[in-house]
């Protein structure tokens, strides 16, 4: 399922880099990083999936010396949906921008660890729950497995990522405050809350059920199991699907005891010819008739869904004085497919709310660009990966070294 999945969320972003842009001339490349791939086995994951990646992108810097006397600083990349830890290099070159900003001058030496988070439905959200353990795989079994492999700091760590990663970077920097001296989300989904506030065209009901109904031409099929119906087509369909999974999961059924009106599906049969099935629960109702939010949700379910919001874990976590003086960067697209430019604006604003000083909350929000016609590229999800990185890349250098970081975008 990886390259189907990917060739619809990374599509975008390939179409970009081929636009039309300015040339620049740029420092001579004569030192150059190494990348190595090496596996983390983990009993952590992947009770029910076949799929599961173990395989851990490492950017060793230029001249790494694993006996120099100061050991090197660590950025963990988290990648997005539907990917694997390689696509920040087979997809968006990290090691080309890595060894552009070294020789340029504009950061110093740091490795960049790029764990996969993907599983059998295209991601596990970098929690821990019934498709396995990601949360705990990322902070013990990788991060165990970077210091013991490689020369790098024990305390001087940053975390990043994108759209899921994204999530996963706010989720782990919240809950485990004292590994992360700094944080960077890229067009991330944060916020569940905004999930359900989102309405653009104003029809009662949220845009992102709007786009599942669209997705499935009216409500989700339920006499088909998920697994032969999610991909590329159903994008927004499978990645609430792959949430349910970890957060919603309802166990092993006969198919005779699901209850479709609740909204439980039928993820995969056990067996071939067999009556059970592995469900999964998404906390809205499956009708397409109603478009009023309050009786859309499912309580109960909903609240299974809000215990793992990430903005609301950050929020909580700077009011109680734990996250007090870290620098957080929130980059997003003004016209994100998945609309979570809104989920960026809302953790902004709540972490000011929550009195985070603004100095260390930097935030920005793409507009499209191009010659002609203006915005010839869009502002969407995939889109300014590239210059995410650029920024977070230089963003992570100067927690490392302690030094003041100012936003430089086109």
């Known amino acids: 399922m990886k390259r189907i999945l990917l060739a619809g969320f990374m599509g975008l ?146 975390i990043a990522g994108q759209s899921m990663g994204g999530y996963g970077t706010a989720r782990l920097f919240a809950r485990y405050h004292g590994m992360f001296r700094g944080a960077a989300v890229m067009e991330g989904m944060l916020s569940l809350e905004t999930v359900i506030q989102t309405d653009l065209d104003g029809n009662g009901r949220p845009d992102i059920l709007d786009r599942i109904f669209e997705e499935n031409n009216g409500p989700i099929p339920t006499d088909t199991p998920l697994s032969e119906l999610l991909g590329v087509e159903r994008v927004v369909t499978t990645f609430m699907t792959a949430m349910a999974a970890q957060w919603s999961f309802k166990g092993v059924k006969d198919t005779s005891q699901i209850q479709a009106d609740s909204s439980e599906f039928c993820l995969s049969f056990v067996a071939e010819n067999s009556p059970f099935c592995v469900v999964v629960q998404l906390p809205f109702k499956n009708d397409t008739s109603i478009y009023d939010i309050a009786q859309l949700l499912l309580p109960d379910v909903w609240n299974l869904w809000l215990a793992q919001d990430a903005k609301t874990m950050l929020v909580d976590s700077v009011q109680a004085g734990v996250i007090a003086d870290k620098s957080i960067l929130i980059l997003a697209a003004a016209q994100d497919d998945y609309l979570l430019q809104f989920h960026a604006r809302d953790l902004r604003d709540g972490l000011l709310s929550a009195g985070y000083p603004d100095s260390l909350v930097h935030f920005a929000e793409y507009e499209g660009y191009g010659v002609y016609p203006p915005n010839l590229v869009p502002p969407g999800h995939t889109q300014y990966i590239y210059l995410d990185l650029k920024q977070v890349l230089i963003f992570a250098d100067r927690v490392f070294r302690d030094q003041p970081f100012s936003l430089d975008l086109p």
């Open 13 to 158: 972003a390939l179409l970009a880099s081929c636009s039309s842009v300015k040339e620049v001339e740029g420092p001579e490349i004569t030192r150059r990083g190494v990348v190595e791939v090496f596996e983390v086995q983990s009993n952590q994951l992947a009770p029910y999936d076949p799929a599961v990646d173990f395989n851990v992108y490492v950017y060793l810097p230029p001249g790494y010396d694993p006996d120099r006397a100061e050991p090197y600083p660590v950025l963990y990349l988290l990648h997005g949906f539907g990917a694997w830890g390689g696509v920040w290099l087979d997809v968006f070159a990290l090691d080309q921008i890595m060894d552009y900003l070294i020789n340029a001058g504009q950061v110093e030496p740091f490795v960049v660890v790029m764990p996969t988070g993907r599983n059998a439905l295209g991601g596990g959200w970098y929690t821990d729950g019934p498709m396995g353990s990601y949360e705990t795989y990322i902070v013990q079994d990788v991060v165990d497995s970077v210091k013991a492999r490689y020369h790098v700091s024990d305390t001087n760590w940053v």
